[in-house]
Structures are given as structure tokens and as C-alpha cells.
């Protein structure tokens, strides 16, 4: 068994370029929290099931701890890091935090870029595609009902279904 040497891959990461000596079938997660030390992207399950670990790449989830690092070199990946813009947090964190939803945050990563996603591809979700979105994202401490008002206010939506008031720009 041929052990395959350390490629150079380029990364696009949270709009920045990283030039790196790794291994192309390392896990992309590892690359993120060992050589990038970006540390949002959380270990779960390592088998892509629980989604502690999902990232964007070119604005879909996906699941970084099952993605070879070399089969994303030039395409765009943002992490948890990566969706605040000067400072200050993305509407879709900052859903979470004004509904507190959060108790040991493990699986917050997942849930957030998850959402995030889910707005970046539509304009206006629903509860159905809010529901549809978070199904494959596991929470272990019971904070589902926090997350869900925190993905409803995220999406425009107060709890009773309806579209909360956009602030004026």
C-alpha cells in the first residue's frame, strides 16, 4: 500500500486563499480545524449524519467531515466564521442568540449554516422548508423548540406562521 504524499491544495475559505501542504483525501473538516484553525465546524459523528460539521460550499450545506479536501479546491467554502460581515453577526446568527437557542451549542454550527443556506436559496421559506431543512441536523440536549423560533424569526416568520416585519434599509 502506496501512502499518498502531501498534496498542495488551494482553498477558498471565508473569501480568503490558503495554499496547503495536505493530504487531498484528508477530511475538509480536519483541514478547517487543524491547519485553518477554524474551529465553528464541530466533530460529531464523522460519518456526515448529525451535522455538527456542515459548512457552505458555493452556498449548498454540506458536510465537511465526509469531503475530501482536494475535491473543493476552487470552489468557494464559508464556515461558521465566515458569515459575519464587519463585526457584526449574520441575521441568521443573530436569530439565534435573540431567541437563546442554545444550551450546550454543539450542533448550533449545523443548524445555523443549514439555515443560512436555506435563505440564501429561497427568498421566502416556510415552516415545511424551515422543518425540511433542519431534519438531518441532530440536537442531543433537547433545545428544539428554541432553534425552531430562532430558525422562524431567521426566515421572517413570527411563530404563528406569519411573515415578521422587514426593517427598512
Same mark, same amino acid.
Given at each position: ?6 498534496a498542495?491544495?488551494t ?20 483541514v478547517?480545524?487543524n491547519?485553518?484553525?477554524?474551529n465553528?465546524?464541530k ?9 455538527a460539521?456542515?459548512?457552505?460550499i458555493?452556498?449548498?450545506?454540506? #458536510?465537511?467531515? %465526509? ?5 473543493? @479546491?476552487? +470552489?468557494?467554502?464559508?464556515? &461558521? ?8 453577526l ?30 440564501l ?6 415552516e415545511e ?10 440536537c #442531543?440536549?433537547? %433545545? ?5 423560533? @430562532?430558525? +422562524?424569526?431567521?426566515?421572517? &416568520? ?6 415578521a ?5
Amino acid at each position: 500500500m502506496t501512502h499518498s504524499p502531501d498534496a498542495e491544495i488551494t482553498l477558498t475559505v471565508n473569501g480568503a486563499s490558503h495554499r496547503l501542504a495536505v493530504p487531498a483525501t484528508a477530511p475538509l473538516l480536519a483541514v478547517l480545524r487543524n491547519d485553518l484553525h477554524l474551529n465553528g465546524s464541530k466533530y460529531g459523528c464523522g460519518l456526515g449524519q448529525c451535522g455538527a460539521c456542515t459548512v457552505l460550499i458555493d452556498g449548498i450545506a454540506a #458536510r465537511a467531515c %465526509t469531503i475530501p479536501a482536494g475535491s473543493v @479546491a476552487g +470552489r468557494s467554502i464559508v464556515t &461558521l466564521e465566515g458569515l459575519s460581515k464587519d463585526d457584526r453577526l449574520d441575521p441568521v446568527q443573530e436569530a439565534f442568540v435573540a431567541e437563546q437557542a442554545a444550551q450546550c451549542g454543539y450542533c448550533l454550527n449545523g443548524m445555523i449554516m443549514a439555515l443560512k443556506a436555506l435563505t440564501l436559496r429561497e427568498v421566502a421559506p416556510d415552516e415545511e422548508m424551515i422543518r425540511e431543512a433542519l431534519r438531518y441536523n441532530l440536537c #442531543r440536549c433537547g %433545545t428544539h423548540l428554541e432553534i425552531l423560533a @430562532a430558525a +422562524r424569526r431567521a426566515c421572517g &416568520l413570527l411563530p404563528g406562521g406569519e411573515p415578521a416585519p422587514r426593517p427598512a434599509r
